[in-house]
């Protein structure tokens, strides 16, 4: 894949590039979450299919690295035969650090639009690097919002501000797992010939609920400011005030994981009650949109109702409407609450403890940490 002469302009080539711009940059582009590589004189010295036994380049293994650590997914769009590909990858050792392979000869343009089909994310945070020019152009004319680098960048990737999140949790590092374990799922699901309420009886869902310790806070505060449509509220809590609200005796950081016969999905959901006279108040709710078929929202706040009222108190939930989280305030009322004030901007719905909710049933365990 030789180089070739281009008058499309890609990301490395931008003005100003000598000061990469930061994260905090006002309209700055979103972190990528996908890298997206070509293989020949990109990933490794040579053409496989040329017999050439290419050996990967050092700091393009190290850029593999360096990003999924932080959570940043691999793909591969490259032109060749697939089982040649693959049995390369794997003789090296790398073809756990990849989510999705194309490899073929079609446009690598719809190769990296398939990849960003699949991973559910928006090609604006997919990045895409190849050492041809004309291929970069290609991309670049096909999907303007994928950010293209030429090969000689590798080793420079994990220095640039849009390859770091702002975000780096203990789950980070197991991002590509827990893209690996839902297309396990999503391959089951679809195999699957009886009524989706089988199914999901069939996962053995375990929704694992637990006082946030100092380990979670991160996690929690980035699921405060990435979390918009399944939120009741909108409210975000930097570490500092999670920090101090789990050490308040008049507060309480909940946090839920959830698991399945595949694995895990990983922190999923997060709750702040209060304690104000005889009523715990649910200050934010919010759940993860991966596990939105789930039902699991519903789960956690039959756990909190039921916790809340066993000690005595009225359940009290507030909710300010958003353009996007409508099926929150659905999911609270279905759960037995009840609007008991409206001012338009914001909602404060109750149980009356004298006649609570009937008991429901969900196809997900609930385990108490």
Known sequence: MSAGASGQRDAMSAPDEGAAPTASDEGAA???????????????????????????FAAAVRALH??????????????????????????????????VLEVGWGAKSAAVERIATELNIGLDTVAFIDNDAVERAEVAAALPSVRCYPATEAERLAGRAEFTPRFVTDESAQRRQLYRTERRRKAAETEHTGPPAEFLASLDLVLTVRRASEADLARAHELTVRTHQLNTTGRTFGLEELRRLCADPGHEVIVASLEDRFG???????????????????????MSCRVMSRGVGAVLIDHIVAETLAGGRRPVAEFVPTDVNRQMLVTLRFGGFAVVENTGDRMTLAIDPAAPPPARTHPVRVVTA
């Not at 990528?32 to 070509?38: A, I, M, Q, S, Y």
């Not at 932080?70 to 089982?83: C, K, N, P």
């Not at 895990?264 to 919010?286: C, F, K, M, P």
Request: overall charge negative; hydrophobic content about 45%; aromatic content about 6%.
């Open 30 to 56: 979103p972190t990528v979450k996908c890298l997206v590589w070509d293989l020949d004189d990109t990933l490794w010295d040579g053409v496989v299919l040329e017999g050439d036994a290419p050996v990967p």
């Open 66 to 99: 360096d990003l999924d650590q932080r959570g940043i997914l691999h793909a591969v769009a490259s032109r060749g035969e697939y089982d040649v590909a693959a049995a390369h990858l794997a003789e090296h050792g790398l073809t756990d650090l990849f989510t």
């Open 264 to 286: 895990s999905y990983g922190t999923i959901g997060l709750a702040v009650t209060a304690l104000r006279d005889d009523a715990t108040v649910l200050e934010l709710l919010l």
